[in-house]
């Protein structure tokens, strides 16, 4: 139950790197809200074309014709809900960090301590992999050059920092500087998952030995901060 609530808990981590081009770009909100069924359908039928458009086309082809056609709308409906372009990327990245909040949220009453250093590396390890494993086409798209807005990207940073605390919550009384090994490792674990999703074509070896072996190594740094008790 510890383990899976921590996984959950990481399932929510923004699976893609803010990539920033030129100057920051600013938040662009939805030119209205969808008040009834109807419109919240069209909207998350927009959301959900814009995804696929970005996977198909990448950054540079992602247009709000294209999403429009892929979508079955006129792009005049799409301009009730979207300014542009922009405003559309950050409405899927934010529905993403919405999944995510709110299984953080779930997860928080049944994240108790004490776990073993083994369970809690178990459950980081598996809980990186099952987020890059979601949907891994969008993930490597939305780690390219998309240019999130400074808000999209502040609120991902937030959720970061939420996650390494509930790590270190973990780790109070076990390590001597908690937060410190807590964020390395999310930090590691996250880089070196990213990466294997990231480098896909040739990845050296399979999902299970990465696991095992990530393990391994950062079970072994856990218990090597580990005083023995007299």
């Known amino acids: ?24 770009r600013r938040s662009q909100a939805l030119v209205r809200k969808p008040k009834q069924d109807r419109a919240r359908h069209t909207v998350a039928t927009l959301l959900e074309a814009a995804a696929r458009v970005l996977v198909e086309r990448g950054w ?37 960090l919405a999944r995510g909040q709110a299984m953080l949220e779930q997860s928080q ?47 991902a940073r937030q959720l970061l920092a939420a996650t390494v605390t ?7 009384g076990v390590v001597r500087q ?6 390395l490792l999310v930090e590691t674990t996250d880089a070196v998952v990213h990466r294997w999703v990231i480098d896909h074509e040739g990845k050296p070896v399979s999902e299970r030995s990465l696991s095992m072996e990530l393990e391994r190594m950062l079970a072994a740094y856990l218990n090597s901060l580990v005083e023995p008790r007299l």
């Open 1 to 24: 139950m510890l383990a899976h609530s921590i996984e959950s808990l990481l399932s929510f981590r923004l699976g893609f790197r803010m990539a920033t081009t030129g100057r920051r």
């Open 60 to 96: 540079d082809g992602f247009n709000t014709n294209a999403v429009a056609a892929r979508a079955g709308v006129s792009i005049g409906s799409l301009y009730e809900y979207f300014p542009n372009k922009q405003a559309l990327v950050d409405a899927v990245a934010n529905e993403h």
């Open 109 to 155: 009453a049944d994240d108790r301590p004490p776990m073993t250093l083994e369970q809690l590396v178990h459950a980081l390890v598996q809980g990186f992999v099952k987020i890059h494993r979601d949907d891994p086409d969008l993930h490597r798209a939305l780690s390219g050059t998309v240019p999130l807005s400074s808000r999209v990207t502040a609120r």
């Open 166 to 172: 509930r790590v270190e919550h973990h780790l109070r």
């Open 178 to 183: 908690p937060k410190l090994v807590g964020t």
